[in-house]
């Protein structure tokens, strides 16, 4: 008889055939007519195909015969192909074997990030529980995700570090980027925690595996000298190559099934600022709509998405001190007073990185940057003296001071 692991163990004995008098005998057992129906009913439905275990004869539940080994293979395949969390959660309440295989290793550590994405207005102490079984698991997006939560949204500063740091060492290129942001900006710590060339070291390390904003990022530290010698026409070319990779992401099969991507022959500057709400819904923008190509903005990561609603339903409100990331896709606050730079043209937006800047820019900003000295002339005040020097480049990009 086979077992749900597979194995095998030899029959006994031969079950004992039921004669017509066994059961007439048991019938004699009761006082009634009605406790020898409810007897006869149930031994048929004992007796049914359904209900009958393998190996008793006549039926077999087919369900209680499947392997472990094979229901594993399903249910990890279901957590890392599934669309949201609620397709894999709903899988473990079906019943008591489902959630005991499903919360095993070999599954929580394939879980997809759509699977681990869990929205900011259901967190809860059961939803930490599983994210931290998947990080456990050694999934790296769970790494990923729940140090972010916890680094920037439950403020726990050195364990948030640790889960990112965990997932960069197994070559989460998010992970190091975001490591990045927290070493060029001195995040959880004071201005002087600063360390510049580390976060070159992890930017260049993220930009290897592919990851387009730690690429422009480190084309700006190059233009710059910032945290690195100073060098212009290397910069450019990582610049470039960020444009070129943003086309290619749309361009690569999964994206070229569906035609959101649109050329502009003759591109001109619309002179109002497009709603916010037009702008995600694909209007097409980033840094390719110079060349007249229009690109869709990128899907922010789950734990972007996670920590900007998270902010919002909490009413985060710039009387606190603490300014968020005016890029839409970022969600990132501050950890100290002044930690993020800021728009040295208008002084009213601010960002965690070069980054954020220039998406931001393309993509809302640059329709409604305005100059300090209309300000000033507005309020007649004397604003000149305050402004920092830079403006403009030759990318479009604003500088930031600190």
């Known amino acids: 008889m086979r077992t749900r692991r597979g194995l095998c163990y030899p029959r006994g004995a031969p079950p004992r055939v039921r004669s017509h008098k066994d059961d007439v005998g048991e019938l004699r057992l009761f006082q009634d007519k009605e406790e020898q129906s409810s007897f006869v009913s149930r031994k048929r439905l004992k007796k049914s195909p359904g209900n009958m275990v393998a190996g008793g004869g006549g039926g077999c539940d087919f369900f209680e015969s499947l392997p472990d080994d094979l229901l594993l293979c399903i249910l990890t395949k279901l957590s890392s192909t599934a669309a949201c ?15 005991g295989l499903g ?3 070999q599954v929580l550590s394939k879980a997809s990030p759509k699977a681990l994405a869990i929205r900011a207005k259901n967190w809860s102490d059961s939803a930490h529980r599983f994210l931290k079984q998947c990080a456990d698991a050694g999934n790296v997006e769970a790494l990923y995700i729940l140090g972010m939560i916890r680094f920037y949204c439950l403020q726990n500063r050195g364990s948030g570090a640790s889960l990112m740091a965990k997932a960069a060492i197994n070559s989460h290129a998010q992970a190091l980027y975001s490591l990045a942001v927290v070493q060029f900006n001195g995040s959880g710590g004071t201005k002087n925690d600063k360390d510049l060339r580390a976060g070159v070291a992890l930017c260049a390390r993220a930009a290897f595996l592919g990851h387009i904003d730690a690429l422009r990022e480190l084309g700006h530290c ?3 000298g ?6 212009i026409l290397e ?3 990582f610049l470039v190559q960020a444009n070129a990779r943003e086309l290619a992401a749309v361009l690569s099969p999964p994206a070229a099934a569906n035609p959101v991507l649109t050329w502009n022959l003759h591109p001109v500057p619309h002179p109002h600022p497009h709603p916010l709400s037009q702008n ?10 110079d060349y007249g190509c229009n690109v869709p903005a990128a899907e922010s990561h789950p734990a972007n998405r996670f920590m900007t609603d998270w902010f919002r339903e909490r009413g985060w409100s710039p009387g606190s001190g603490l300014r968020l990331c005016s890029h839409i896709g970022c969600g990132r606050p501050e950890t100290r007073k002044h930690e993020f730079r800021r728009c040295s043209v208008c002084g009213t937006v601010n960002y965690c990185s070069r980054a954020c800047q220039a998406l931001d820019w393309k993509f809302r900003h640059k329709a409604e940057c305005v100059p300090l000295e209309r300000w000033a002339d507005e309020e007649g005040e004397d604003a000149a003296g305050e402004q920092v020097n830079g403006g403009v480049d030759g990318d479009g990009l604003m500088a930031v001071d600190s």
């Open 280 to 289: 995600l819904s694909g209007s097409g923008c980033p840094l390719l709509s």
């Open 226 to 231: 910032y945290g690195v010698r100073q060098n």
């Open 235 to 237: 910069g450019r070319r």
């Open 222 to 224: 190059l233009q710059d």
């Open 103 to 105: 919360l095993q290793s």
């Open 85 to 99: 969390p609620s397709d894999f959660i709903s899988v473990l309440i079906t019943c008591k074997r489902f959630h």
